[in-house]
T-cell receptor
Framework: DAGITQSPRHKVTETGTPVTLRCHQT?????MYWYRQDPGHGLRLIHY???????DKGEVSDGYSVSRSKTEDFLLTLESATSSQTSVYFC???????????????FGPGTRLTVL | GENVEQHPSTLSVQEGDSAVIKCTYS??????FPWYKQELGKRPQLIID?????GEKKDQRIAVTLNKTAKHFSLHITETQPEDSAVYFC????????????FGQGTILTVHP
């Protein structure tokens, strides 16, 4: 497995509380992504980063914010958690090809978040 | 936005049979099509990918075909084994999308010994 870790791996929280999930990589890959996985929906992109301090929204970004202050860390914050944000969250990394196009995306181990 | 439809949602085969999973996409700019395998409780892992300048790619028992005109691509697994049982996801990315992937809904493959 590529050098990607996520913390925490499991979290239970209450509605209305802020939550921050961390993704840490040791591969020095430029691109980083946050996905959520829910039954029947596959994986859906929340936010992504294409460089330090460069981030943008994905398909399901409402209620989430991100920050990337250094290459190796990408943080996902739920400002005020809701039950609909109960999910498994995966971080992924990739490095663009020099000639254009994409290399493989490597996924972290995931964080299971439960919002009561 | 981009949309990827994946079928079937579940697939049950006997060991040794072939399995085929199909995906269609809507964005004509899509040019990268990976397939991921996810075992229960684990992270998705790439098993094969294909780029838009290639119509078919094979890696041992796994092959992927791409029809850009019809906007569909398929995963073929031959001589299935029980350890092939997992959830399989197709995905696509476009030319200027920073590698963002749009995933299909997933196919639960069960291989019976």
């Amino acid at each position: 497995d590529a050098g990607i870790t996520q913390s925490p791996r499991h979290k239970v929280t209450e509605t209305g509380t802020p939550v921050t999930l961390r993704c840490h990589q040791t591969e020095n890959h430029r691109y980083m992504y946050w996905y959520r996985q829910d039954p029947g929906h596959g994986l859906r992109l929340i936010h992504y980063s294409y460089g330090v301090k460069d981030t943008d929204k994905g398909e399901v970004s409402d209620g989430y914010s991100v920050s990337r202050s250094k290459t190796e860390d990408f943080l996902l914050t739920l400002e005020s958690a809701t039950s609909s944000q109960t999910s498994v969250y995966f971080c992924a990394i990739s490095e663009p090809m020099l000639a254009g196009g994409y290399n493989e995306q490597f996924f972290g181990p995931g964080t299971r978040l439960t919002v009561l | 936005g981009e949309n990827v439809e994946q079928h079937p949602s579940t697939l049950s085969v006997q060991e040794g049979d072939s399995a085929v999973i199909k995906c269609t996409y809507s964005d004509s700019a899509s040019n990268y099509f990976p397939w991921y395998k996810q075992e229960l409780g684990k992270r998705p892992q790439l098993i094969i990918d294909i780029r838009s300048n290639v119509g078919e790619k094979k890696d041992q028992r796994i092959a992927v075909t791409l029809n850009k005109t019809a906007k569909h691509f398929s995963l073929h697994i031959t001589e299935t084994q029980p350890e092939d049982s997992a959830v399989y996801f197709c995905a696509e990315a476009g030319g200027t999308s920073y590698g963002k992937l749009t995933f299909g809904q997933g196919t639960i493959l069960t291989v019976h010994p």
